[in-house]
T-cell receptor, first 117, second 108 residues
Framework: SAVISQKPSRDICQRGTSLTIQCQVDSQVTMMFWYRQQPGQSLTLIATANQGSEATYESGFVIDKFPISRPNLTFSTLTVSNMSPEDSSIYLC??????????????FGPGTRLTVT | GQNIDQPTEMTATEGAIVQINCTYQTSGFNGLFWYQQHAGEAPTFLSYNVLDGLEEKGRFSSFLSRSKGYSYLLLKELQMKDSASYLCAVSYFNKFYFGSGTKLNVKP
């Protein structure tokens, strides 16, 4: 398994500002992912973060709005830039743990609850 | 695009059996996962199917039919603590795509 921590656990921010969320894993992992979960909804993949390369963004998400860093195999950050109330959400990081050649599992961090006023 | 559908909400009685369905149409497929998520907490892994058929794990079972793009999660002997959201997710190319989730309410 993998134990994941995120900082901050929650924050209230003013529109127009930026917030950087940190994700720390207790073991080295190749792939890390960032998700957004808006109130009452499921998880939407924002981007995949691999160490040593640029993050890969899903449709509807761009690097200027959600820059990601992945400096090593145990750490990643997601920045929510120029925030608006629509960015209010829970942001979760997850890591892939490969169990076999047919089975890879994702473990999730506890999430960062962001409110933009 | 990815299209993964689940019922929004279900209610069942403690001790009963409930089946939560998931249908999917995705660009690719490596496997189908079920996660449980209690309010305010991160999702936790329940089960995984890569081949057609039934996977049993204690009180939880999951079924997959790849030809039909269909899966279900079966919860037996329901307990109050099973009240949570259940998320169906399709994985391919190392990415997970989630359905909207089914909120299960277990009543005494």
């Amino acid at each position: 398994s993998a134990v994941i921590s995120q900082k901050p656990s929650r924050d209230i921010c003013q529109r127009g500002t930026s917030l950087t969320i940190q994700c720390q894993v207790d073991s080295q992992v190749t792939m890390m992912f960032w998700y957004r979960q808006q109130p009452g909804q499921s998880l939407t993949l924002i981007a995949t973060a691999n160490q040593g390369s640029e993050a890969t963004y899903e449709s509807g998400f761009v690097i200027d709005k959600f820059p990601i860093s992945r400096p090593n195999l145990t750490f990643s950050t997601l920045t929510v830039s120029n925030m608006s109330p629509e960015d209010s959400s829970i942001y979760l990081c997850s890591v892939e743990v490969i169990r076999s050649n047919t089975f890879d599992e994702q473990y999730f961090g506890p999430g960062t609850r962001l409110t933009v006023t | 695009g990815q299209n993964i559908d689940q019922p929004t909400e279900m209610t069942a009685t403690e001790g009963a059996i409930v089946q939560i369905n998931c249908t999917y149409q995705t660009s690719g497929f490596n496997g189908l996962f079920w996660y449980q998520q209690h309010a305010g907490e991160a999702p936790t892994f329940l089960s995984y199917n890569v081949l057609d058929g039934l996977e049993e794990k204690g009180r939880f079972s999951s079924f997959l039919s790849r030809s039909k793009g269909y899966s279900y999660l079966l919860l037996k002997e329901l307990q109050m603590k099973d009240s949570a959201s259940y998320l169906c997710a399709v994985s391919y190319f190392n990415k997970f795509y989630f359905g909207s989730g089914t909120k299960l309410n277990v009543k005494p």
